[in-house]
């Protein structure tokens, strides 16, 4: 007599994680944006929050992943800016430059990384401010670059906002893309585990030197595609304190002030970082223009006191809550 065999039984639907389709979603819906008619002030404001958000990614990828506090992003951001600058004006063709910008602020990581890199702590982070420092006053000094009075930028081509925008998108996809794959690689690893004892990482293999090295390279190469996407838009850059000074003490704190308020080590905490930095700068620098310094302190000192991943850590507590209230099997299909 033959047994029977089983009838499997069906396996309960369950939706697919939020973390796999809903950047997928607001990926897709940034695309559509242009086309639905949106006016070309909220095209702008999307433009800036791209920018901003690739450096909050790049500097994550250092600061975040290995625990080095960076005050040298402005360095990569400038260079990267004024390498398009200077290429766009001599003919080439702007995405072109924005390779030549990523190249020069890799090879400037490894300038500034072979030196520092040696250095660990507040040592490393004041040898950092003094670089960015040192790097703004000679490019101010210097005549190729305009000097202190700034570039202006020339394309012998139609200024097409849409252009702008759709390039800005697609470079912080690449950028997140990128910090995805190194967070879930071994390199990735590597990198955090650095970040929670050097000592011990070398111990177990890791050569702490080399990666962080390698990271800062891919890292800067981000940032200066950054600053030369902001410099083609911008159409005028200059080294100072001024609105297009792209070495600016204070661009390093905002580059290093985004993944902050976020979450320092996550994937997304540096989005929402350059989310709500991008909306503040364009809505109240303009109106108030020391409002959003009293903002940056107020968020900087709830995240302190209250939650030290940031927004993201903020957002996990509200899911939990909202988890315990709402037993969904959705949510059970989440991580």
């Known amino acids: 007599m033959t047994t029977p065999t089983p009838t499997p039984t069906p396996k309960?639907?369950?939706?697919?994680?939020?973390s796999t389709f809903l950047p997928l979603l607001v990926l897709l819906v940034l695309f559509w944006i242009p086309q639905a008619g949106i006016k070309d002030n909220i095209i702008t404001l999307l433009f800036t929050t791209f920018v901003w958000t690739i450096t909050s990614v790049s500097w994550n990828l250092l600061g975040g992943f290995t625990?080095?506090?960076?005050?040298g992003f402005a360095v990569f951001y400038g260079l990267g800016a004024?390498?398009?600058?200077?290429l766009i004006n001599a003919g080439v063709n702007p995405y072109v430059s924005f390779v030549a910008a990523a190249g020069v602020a890799a090879i400037a990581s490894f300038l500034v990384g072979l030196p520092t890199f040696r250095l660990r702590g507040p040592y490393f982070t004041i040898a950092t401010i003094g670089i960015t420092e040192a790097v703004r006053v000679i490019m101010s000094n210097m005549k190729?670059?305009?000097?202190?009075?700034?570039?202006?930028?020339?394309?012998?081509?139609?200024?097409?906002?849409?252009?702008?925008?759709?390039?800005?998108?697609?470079?912080?996809?690449v950028a997140i893309a990128l910090s995805v794959w190194i967070a879930r690689s071994r390199f990735g690893l590597s990198l955090r585990a650095i970040k929670q004892d050097e000592d011990a990482a070398a111990d177990v293999g890791v050569n702490p030197y080399t990666s962080k090295l390698k990271v800062h390279a891919i890292a800067a190469a981000l940032?200066?595609?950054?600053?030369?996407?902001?410099?083609?838009?911008?159409?005028?850059?200059?080294?100072?304190?001024?609105?297009g000074g792209v070495f600016a003490f204070q661009t390093a704190i905002s580059i290093l002030l985004m993944p902050v308020i976020g979450g320092i080590g996550t994937i997304w905490g540096p989005v929402l970082g350059g989310l709500?930095?991008?909306?503040?700068?364009?809505?109240?620098?303009?109106?108030?223009?020391?409002?959003?310094?009293?903002?940056?302190?107020?968020?900087?000192?709830?995240?302190?006191?209250?939650?030290?991943?940031?927004?993201?850590?903020?957002?996990?507590?509200?899911?939990?809550l909202f988890r315990r209230v709402v037993p969904w099997t959705f949510w059970k299909s989440s991580p």
């Open 12 to 18: 309960a639907f369950t939706f697919p994680k939020p």
């Open 67 to 71: 625990g080095q506090t960076s005050f």
């Open 82 to 86: 004024y390498t398009t600058g200077l």
């Open 144 to 173: 190729i670059t305009g000097g202190a009075s700034g570039l202006n930028i020339i394309e012998h081509r139609p200024f097409l906002l849409i252009e702008h925008y759709y390039t800005g998108l697609v470079a912080v996809a």
């Open 223 to 243: 940032t200066g595609v950054a600053g030369a996407i902001h410099a083609r838009n911008a159409v005028f850059i200059d080294p100072g304190g001024g609105p």
């Open 276 to 320: 709500v930095f991008g909306v503040v700068e364009d809505q109240l620098v303009v109106k108030f223009p020391n409002a959003h310094l009293l903002l940056y302190g107020v968020l900087l000192i709830l995240i302190i006191l209250l939650e030290p991943d940031g927004l993201v850590g903020i957002l996990k507590q509200l899911l939990k």
